[in-house]
């Protein structure tokens, strides 16, 4: 069995503090709990809509390992607003390997978007990053995942260690089933600074200044004979979003 590290989790409060220290923090289920207001019962309603996710046509290494899904929304305070579906865009700066090009996915279903944990949590969000980076319009890009095993092996950042082109990201694992691997491992963008952890309880959160620091996912493999690894993928970035300038 290959020892896994546990993630180096911080009090709600701590929040805020961490990120600044750091370029990053996470936060466990209950304190992602407390930080939302609602219980966690309200964002397992979300559970179901992964597995409605649609293929991933775009690898670029051939593989069938990933499904997904693609919104955009603006949040200004409180104030959530769904933007008209959009391609996901990204330079070849930030993306070597899938920047460039207008990547179209399907939306996220119309229910689950509609449900008030949704807008609640983005919303909740938005109102850290205005703590660390100053009030401002979030133009945020919503990516529901799904790697699985197909393949034999999964690859969650198949571009490698990376930044995002926007201001912060969010990272929240939905669930686990039937795999190793997928370990998180976050440095820091410029100097030696850096540290490996697997998030592993549903509803973990990894918020990342996406200019202080770069990060990746290890492949995932089946433990038996097959499964997967969902996660949510939230990127705030201000001013407009990527493609747009």
């Known amino acids: 069995m290959v020892a896994t590290f546990l993630p180096p989790f911080s009090p709600v409060g701590e929040l805020l503090p ?16 407390a930080l ?16 409605h996710l649609q293929p991933d ?51 996220m279903q119309p229910e689950v978007v509609a ?15 205005s703590g660390l980076k100053g009030a401002q319009r979030w133009y945020v890009e919503a990516h529901q995942f799904r790697i699985d095993t197909s393949d034999g092996i999964g690859r969650p950042t198949p571009e490698g260690a990376h930044r995002d082109g926007v201001d ?31 998030l592993e309880a549903p509803w973990s959160l990894m918020l990342l200044d996406d200019e202080r620091v770069i990060h990746e996912s290890t492949p995932i493999q089946p433990l038996a004979e097959a499964g997967h690894r969902d996660t949510l993928v939230l990127t705030y970035r201000a001013g407009s979003f990527q493609g747009d300038e």
Not at 61 to 73: A, E, L, T
Not at 115 to 129: I, N, S
Request: hydrophobic share 40%; proline share 5%; glycine share 10%.
């Open 57 to 107: 046509r775009y690898l670029k290494d051939g593989g069938r390992y990933r499904r997904r899904r693609h919104s955009c929304f603006i949040v200004d305070d409180d104030e959530v607003t769904q933007a008209a579906h959009r391609a996901h865009w990204q330079s070849l700066d930030y993306n070597a390997l899938h920047g460039g090009m207008q990547r179209w996915f399907e939306p």
């Open 115 to 129: 449900q008030p944990a949704w807008t609640g949590l983005l919303a909740t969000l938005g109102r850290c990053c």
């Open 168 to 198: 912060m990201v969010a990272v929240m694992l939905v669930d686990r089933v039937g795999i190793k691997g997928g370990e998180t491992r976050v440095f820091a963008a410029s100097g030696p600074d850096g540290q490996r952890f697997t």
């Open 18 to 33: 961490r990120l600044r220290e750091r370029g990053y923090a996470v936060l466990e289920p209950g304190s992602v709990a």
């Open 36 to 51: 939302c207001g609602f219980p966690l019962a309200a964002l397992d309603a979300l559970k179901p809509s992964w597995e």
